[in-house]
C-alpha cells in the first residue's frame, strides 16, 4: 500500500500560481507513472499531468504550456507547478501513483482562482 499526501493548494487570483506537492510514503522511483487529476463537485476526475518513470511528460491540453509537473525521488515527492492559473482551474487535485496494477491517491487539495 502506497499512501500520498498532497499539500499546496489554496485560494489565489486569476493570473497567480501555485505549487502542488505529493510526498509518497514509498519510493517513487519504483513507480511506473505519477500523476494530478481534478474534480469538480458531481463530476469525474480529469487528467492534468504525468511523469513516468523514465521522466517523460504528459499534460492536458487546457494545462499545457502553464502547468509543469516535476519530481524529487530524493523526497518522494512529485510537483505540479501551475502558473497563469484561471477560474477554470478551480477543483480539486488528486495525486495519484500507479505501479503494478495498482492505482493509488491521494485524499486531494482544493484549488480555488479568484477572478
Known amino acids: 500500500q502506497v499512501q500520498l499526501v498532497e499539500s499546496g493548494g489554496g485560494l489565489v487570483q486569476a493570473g497567480g500560481s501555485l505549487r502542488l506537492s505529493c510526498a509518497a510514503s514509498?519510493?517513487?522511483?519504483?513507480?511506473?507513472?505519477m500523476g494530478w487529476y481534478r474534480q469538480a463537485p458531481g463530476k469525474q476526475r480529469v487528467f492534468v499531468a504525468r511523469?513516468?518513470?523514465?521522466?517523460?511528460?504528459d499534460y492536458a491540453d487546457s494545462v499545457k504550456g502553464r502547468f509543469t509537473i516535476s519530481r524529487d525521488n530524493a523526497k518522494n515527492t512529485v510537483y505540479l507547478q501551475m502558473n497563469t492559473l484561471k477560474p477554470e482551474d478551480t477543483d480539486v487535485y488528486y495525486c495519484?501513483?500507479?505501479?503494478?496494477?495498482?492505482?493509488?491517491w491521494g485524499q486531494g487539495t482544493q484549488v480555488t482562482v479568484s477572478s
Open positions: 495519484y501513483a500507479y505501479r503494478g496494477l495498482s492505482t493509488y
Open positions: 514509498d519510493s517513487i522511483s519504483t513507480m511506473n507513472n
Open positions: 511523469i513516468t518513470s523514465g521522466g517523460s511528460t
